[in-house]
């Protein structure tokens, strides 16, 4: 039985039984998942996915990075030294404010970076958060991976590796234009981030408990966020730009399967702050044996329900890289409870995008909302092409 699921039926799911081996729909009928198939190396054609970014940005080159990820790979060259090749192209365009040189900064004007990469034939993986400095973190990152025994390493402690292995450290890595939507953003609000709970008392002519002060520090930072937001509404930031992040995943034709994702995390974030990019089994997972997912959108959404390891497991029992994809959009839609979280309809006020690559060289673009940024970059033996995100949801997260 064909295990392709149509998204509204997902709507009406009440259930996922990875470990049964069922996935209900309904109370009056099921669908069996069958069991992974094996793929031989002669059957897989080469292929590599990315978000939007890997297609729109060249900085000045011939290749873009899916094209560069592609041409690599069919050439002999190691599948995982492609892709951070392919990402490398946008993370050094000044243009691509999502990830990279001139991304986006924290709230501080720091830019802060994250990425990790996993190996699939070696099982081998590593990442990096939090770094400053290096405007290509995927090869800090694929560096960790390579020459230590951790799988992450964290903001100075990974900048000193990274100086230890002769990257270039920079001061600052704001472009003009990453700088002038920061001011912006800083017009647009109180420049005080935090107030100290000593002025809050004497502003306010009370003494609030601990919780109050926590309630209304989680207020101010639902007013950065949605100062950010009506940004991006206006068109001063690119959605994918605001959220950040590329992910860039391939097969090569002897089937080995990696990725790589890599960002400056949300624009305007609290310091420190790390989101799905760099955490295994949340931005990226890589199986060798059965595929491999990564995302864009809202990390913290990402994280909770560690949604990329879920998607290979998912497809490890048999499903479509697109089924797989939409099961773990309905989890998360599920999960978000929080009326902070809901827009006007009861549904989440975010996107969250998934790109999606099984053994077989099968692949899907899936989102929460398929508006706004509502393409994904695809590179094959035909080249490069923009192909259309598949929505779980109608409208757009605002609404």
């Not at 069919?74 to 990830?99: C, F, H, R, Y």
């Not at 599920?334 to 099968?362: C, H, Q, S, Y």
Request: charged share 25%.
């Amino acid at each position: 039985m064909d295990t392709k699921i149509n998204r509204r039926r997902f709507l009406q799911a009440t259930a996922v039984g990875v470990s049964t081996g069922t996935m209900t729909l309904d109370k009056r009928s099921t669908i069996r998942i069958k069991s992974p198939q094996v793929f031989t190396p002669q059957l897989v054609k080469p292929v590599v996915i990315s978000d939007s970014s890997g297609y729109r940005y060249r900085n000045g080159g011939p290749y873009n990075a899916v094209e560069r990820a592609f041409k690599g790979i069919t050439e002999g060259e190691d599948t995982l030294e492609a892709l951070i090749a392919g990402v490398n192209i946008p993370e050094l365009d000044p243009e691509e404010s999502g990830i990279g040189y001139g991304g986006l900064p924290n709230a501080d004007g720091v830019v802060q970076l994250d990425s990790c990469c996993m190996h699939g034939p070696k099982k081998w993986a590593g990442g990096v958060a939090g770094i400053e400095g290096v405007r290509t973190p995927s090869m800090v990152a694929k560096s960790v991976m390579e020459l230590t025994d951790h799988h992450l390493l964290t903001g100075s402690g990974a900048q000193q590796f990274a100086r230890q292995l002769g990257f270039s450290i920079e001061d600052d890595l704001n472009t003009e234009k990453s700088r002038d939507l920061w001011l912006e953003w800083k017009r647009r609000i109180d420049p005080q981030h935090f107030l100290d709970p000593s002025k809050r008392k004497k502003l306010e002519g009370s003494s609030p408990g601990r919780d109050d002060i926590g309630a209304k520090m989680r207020s101010r930072a639902n007013e950065f966020y949605r100062v950010g937001l009506a940004m991006v509404d206006e068109g001063l930031i690119e959605e994918n730009s605001f959220w950040g992040t590329v992910n860039c995943d391939g097969i090569s034709p002897s089937g080995d399967i990696c990725g790589v994702t890599t960002t400056s995390g949300l624009a305007w974030k609290i310091p420190g702050r790390v989101g799905d990019s760099p955490i295994l089994g949340a931005g990226l997972y890589v199986d060798g044996d059965i595929g491999v997912a990564g995302s864009t959108g809202r990390g913290e959404a990402n994280l909770y329900n560690l949604s990329s390891f879920l998607i290979v497991e998912y497809m490890r029992q048999g499903m479509a890289p697109l089924d797989a994809g939409m099961g773990a959009l309905q989890r998360i839609k599920d999960n978000t409870v929080e009326g902070r979280l809901l827009n006007n309809r009861g549904l989440p006020a975010f996107n969250v995008r998934f790109f999606i690559l099984n053994k077989k060289g099968d692949f899907a673009g899936v989102a929460m909302y398929g508006s706004q940024e509502s393409t994904y970059a695809v590179c094959t033996d035909n080249g490069s092409e923009e192909m259309t995100l598949e929505g779980l949801l109608d409208g757009s997260p605002n609404e």
